[in-house]
T-cell receptor, first 115, second 113 residues
């Protein structure tokens, strides 16, 4: 079965650089979520989109922005990178329908290292 | 959001049942109880969810107390592959699409061969 695809899987950047993470949801899933997981920490919600509109927002820094495109893929843009942004970034998707909040399907994550 | 409390860690032997507890004494009537797990170096994975009645699926069973203030995730025969962090999460029934999962401090399950 198709899964959530994230690219790149690994990314190394210098401080103050920018990074773009991409997420391709499972086909026919219309909702995308972004989570950040720092070393030794639990995943923390950043932001989500439903039908290309922002639907929920967590503690996402102002330096970060995200959007969902017409084909439902999503991109997380991160600027002025800081050492503390080094983390695993997970994308998840969920299907449309009445019980749309029953399950989120997570991708393998993008490991971002800021030097 | 209603809070959940889980033990930091639990240990089990391979092929034995595992009971992972979760307390959620402030649960509201519209909260579903969800369980996710995260294997090492992987994204979280949905395990099971329920509202009031006990639930079974191919991965696990969920036993919900009659007053809904606690629940137990049951792995019937633990395997080495079940070693993971298990998260108990409450989610409001029929929430707006795109609502977050709030991960608390889950339970690190160790399975001994």
């Amino acid at each position: 079965a198709a899964g959530v695809i994230q690219s790149p899987r690994h990314l190394i950047k210098e401080k103050r650089e920018t990074a773009t993470l991409k997420c391709y949801p499972i086909p026919r899933h219309d909702t995308v979520y972004w989570y950040q997981q720092g070393p030794g920490q639990d995943p923390q919600f950043l932001i989500s989109f439903y039908e290309k509109m922002q639907s929920d927002k967590g503690s996402i820094p102002d330096r970060f922005s995200a959007q969902q495109f017409s084909d439902y893929h999503s991109e997380l843009n991160m600027s002025s990178l800081e050492l503390g942004d080094s983390a695993l970034y997970f994308c998840a998707s969920s299907p449309a329908g009445y019980f749309r909040n029953n399950e989120q399907f997570f991708g393998p994550g993008t490991r971002l290292t800021v030097l | 959001d209603a809070k959940t409390t889980q033990p930091n860690s639990m240990e089990s032997n391979e092929e034995e049942p595992v009971h992972l507890p979760c307390n959620h004494s402030t649960i509201s009537g519209t909260d579903y109880i969800h369980w996710y797990r995260q294997l090492p170096s992987q994204g979280p994975e949905y395990v099971i969810h329920g509202l009031t009645s006990n639930v079974n699926n191919r991965m696990a069973s969920l036993a919900i107390a009659e007053d809904r203030k606690s629940s137990t995730l049951i792995l019937h025969r633990a395997t080495l592959r079940d070693a993971a962090v298990y998260y108990c999460i409450l989610r409001v029934l029929y929430e707006t699409s795109g609502s977050r999962l709030t991960f608390g401090e889950g339970t690190q399950l160790t399975v001994n061969p």
